[in-house]
């Protein structure tokens, strides 16, 4: 599992070489349209749905610190502020954690193409190009991350009423990256005709590589609107070649 952290850290450096090498610059186009409408939409819609939910929740107390009790209608006040300060926090992080899910989704026509050029750079392989295929390609890749999604949020709400946070932490942050990394690598095994059961077992023999390829998706994305763009033509480019790198080495 240690050399598959290493290969699957190791494959972004070369899959930045890659693209260069490559010259798929072109393949960045569709990310950066696309990522800055994602990144525009995404925070204001943060922002127009904290605005919208703050007042019915702050309501009564806003109501109430019109008392003629000097004091309490100052207390009332100043925690109807924290509350509601504290609602656009909670919204806004709860739509940037979906934000990684969305940018999967919408991102995900050209990480097929992208992990499919790499095959075929690397092993001079020729895939015959099918809209059904990639129409095929791309709502496996959506289904995947729906599905993944779910059980992810499920853990959160399960992990809340766990209180060892130092230990429920550390699990919801790598379950996030695995997840990242599966959707990454099924691409790669989606063309060796494996069905989703199979992919699942596959990746799991690859439970390392996939962590790895998450943690630093993760770690790229967090950087404000670059960061999507550089993950949607980098991450699935890197999964590509770390699984090619295993399968020569003997170990995927």
Do not use: H
């Not at 494959?11 to 072109?26: E, M, R």
């Not at 656009?88 to 992208?114: D, N």
């Not at 480019?237 to 699984?243: H, M, N, Q, R, S």
């Amino acid at each position: 599992m240690f050399n598959q952290l290493v290969v699957g850290v190791k494959s972004y450096y070369q899959a930045l070489i890659f693209v260069l090498s490559n010259k798929l610059w072109g393949y960045f186009a569709y990310p950066i349209v696309v990522g800055l409408l994602l990144f525009y939409f995404i925070i204001s819609g943060s922002f127009l749905l904290a605005e919208s939910i703050v007042p019915i929740i702050t309501g009564w107390l806003t109501e109430y610190a019109s008392t003629d009790i000097a004091w309490l209608g100052y207390v009332l006040s100043g925690v109807s502020w924290a509350l509601g300060y504290s609602i656009k926090i909670v919204v806004i992080f709860i739509l940037a954690t979906m934000s990684k899910y969305i940018t999967l989704i919408v991102m995900s026509p050209i990480m097929a193409l992208l992990s499919e050029k790499t095959e075929e750079i690397v092993l001079n392989k020729k895939f015959t190009f099918s809209i059904s295929q990639l129409l095929s390609d791309i709502v496996r890749g959506v289904l995947l991350v729906i599905r993944n999604s779910i059980i992810e949020f499920g853990l959160i709400i399960l992990c809340f009423f766990i209180p060892l946070p130092f230990l429920t932490a550390p699990f919801l942050l790598i379950l996030s990256y695995y997840f990242f990394g599966f959707s990454m690598l099924d691409y790669y095994f989606e063309r060796q005709r494996l069905d989703r059961k199979q992919s699942v077992a596959a990746v799991r023999k690859l439970k390392g590589l996939a962590i790895a390829n998450g943690a630093v998706f993760a770690w790229i994305f967090a950087i404000p609107i670059v960061g999507v763009i550089i993950v949607s033509v980098l991450s699935p480019v890197a999964a590509t070649l770390a699984v090619i790198e295993l399968n020569n080495k003997g170990n995927g």
